[in-house]
């Protein structure tokens, strides 16, 4: 299940795992309960493009394979 970075405002970066499919756009953060926005590790990859989340599935599955 892929991992996902919500960032507060307030308390900074929480990780999350959600299916791919399901992924909220924002959760409640941890700490305060306000409102964490979906955030990406990489900043090569915007929010909010389709083709996003198939790139970090293939460099998952590609890094999954090469430890094995
Ligand atoms: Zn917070």
Known sequence: MPTYVYRCTTCGDTERDFPM??????VACP???GTAESAFTSPHLGAGSGTAFGVIDAKKKTADQATR
């Open 31 to 33: 700490d305060c309960h």
């Open 21 to 26: 499919s399901r992924k909220p756009e924002s």
